[in-house]
């Protein structure tokens, strides 16, 4: 066997064993998803449609979708890995993924590619199934893939950071309640911030969730309410942070070993 194969057999075990997780209960971890951003659609097109237009003429229908999109992969990503690991702790059996020789740069990026697999499939559940009832532009393809995987990528370290920290389930719904929540459904998901007063675009400008969703959403219109190179900067240093403090907590066995 070749030094190469050996040195990343434990990342590419540890991966499968991820994917594997939430694959074998896809109808939970994939399908209630979709679900759920699909009755946001169907509700909020119904209530809004005929009264709002954004970005001059794009239907609010329309408008909706890669917010609702963006929003899943998000909060999918996070439930990946923060329940993964708590799982992992609760029942003992993290010893058994601390034992093999794998560094913790090879722990990081098994879990966060894992989580950003899952996003995708739930995000893309939600494109398929929206595109039965609209339109969907696509204008920069390559700006909808960059925000996805970093977005992903930035709330898969999120939720190693919390499930790393929690020792009990009710800590991590604490972040999930208390943090993801709020940002997610103050990011502009489902209004543009440029329809708000001025303070509370201002407040919407400090949450880091405004620029994924909004340099996502850029991929789709060719329109953002910021500059996406701008959204990108963002996201990129928040990545950098996360992934730097995520490490940090691996490279210590923060909570971890005994």
């Known amino acids: 066997m070749k030094p190469e194969t050996v040195r990343f057999a434990g990342f590419r075990t540890l991966l499968y064993k991820e994917v594997l997780r939430f ?34 003429d794009v239907p609010y229908t329309v408008f909706l979708v890669p917010g609702l999109v963006m929003m899943s992969v998000l909060q999918n990503a996070f439930a990946n890995t923060s329940s993964s690991l ?34 995708a499939f739930v995000g893309t559940g939600v494109i398929l ?3 039965l009832m609209v339109s969907l532009p696509v204008v920069a393809p390559a700006w909808i893939i960059v925000f996805a995987l970093l977005g992903g990528a930035i709330l898969a370290s999120f939720g ?9 389930f009710d800590q991590l719904s604490a972040f999930q309640n208390f943090l993801i929540m709020p940002l997610t459904m103050l990011s502009g998901v489902f209004y543009s911030i440029h329809s708000l007063p001025p303070v509370w675009q201002t407040v919407s400008h400090l949450n880091p969730f405004f620029y994924m969703i909004d340099g996502f959403r850029y991929g789709f219109f060719g ?35 005994a």
Not at 41 to 51: A, T
Not at 92 to 117: C, D, H, K, Q, T
Not at 160 to 168: F, H, L, N, Q, T
Request: with cysteine.
């Open 223 to 257: 329109q953002s309410d910021v500059s996406p190179w701008v959204s990108l900067g963002v996201v990129s240093a928040c990545f950098v942070v996360l992934a730097i403090l995520t490490l940090s907590m691996l490279a210590r066995g923060y909570k971890l070993r």
């Open 23 to 56: 694959w074998k209960v896809s109808f939970q971890t994939v399908g209630a998803p979709v679900l759920t951003a699909v009755l946001y659609l169907l509700i909020f097109s119904h209530v809004l449609d005929r009264h709002v237009t954004v970005y001059g």
């Open 86 to 119: 708590i799982q992992s702790k609760i029942t003992g059996n993290i010893v058994f993924m601390l034992l093999p020789p794998i560094s913790y740069r090879e722990f990081f990026a098994a879990y966060v590619l894992a989580a950003i697999v899952r996003g």
């Open 160 to 168: 190693m950071i919390a499930g790393i920290w929690a020792d009990k």
């Open 129 to 131: 199934v929206s595109l």
